[in-house]
């Protein structure tokens, strides 16, 4: 299976999907998922954005069907880059 890598910013399509996988991966009952937060982060409009800069990343299959995500966070002045709201399929080759 091929697998594409889509760095995205604002477009609707990509945040919706970024904020879906966690709800199809996980039962109610295992879900952490804070949508209003992601959503903030997403948009810039977290409290501590002003902080950073991030990316944001989906990977997909060749049907175009969502199998991971992320954000990966870069402060300024900083060497190290975070990776964070991490959620994949059970899949090595997704990851």
């Known amino acids: ?4 890598v889509i760095e995205f910013t604002r ?18 009952k295992e ?8 959503l903030a ?8 954005s002003h902080y950073f800069h991030i990316h944001r990343l989906l990977v997909t299959d060749e049907g175009k069907r969502t199998v991971c995500r992320a954000i990966l966070t870069v402060y300024e002045n900083d060497r190290t880059a975070y990776l964070g709201f991490f959620e994949s399929e059970n899949s090595r080759r997704a990851v």
């Not at 945040?15 to 991966?25: A, C, D, M, T």
């Open 1 to 4: 299976m091929i697998y594409s």
């Open 11 to 28: 477009e609707e399509k990509y945040i919706k999907e970024f904020l879906e996988l966690p709800g199809r991966l996980y039962s109610k």
């Open 31 to 38: 879900l952490m998922q804070n949508k209003e937060e992601e």
């Open 41 to 48: 982060v997403l948009n810039e409009t977290h409290p501590l």
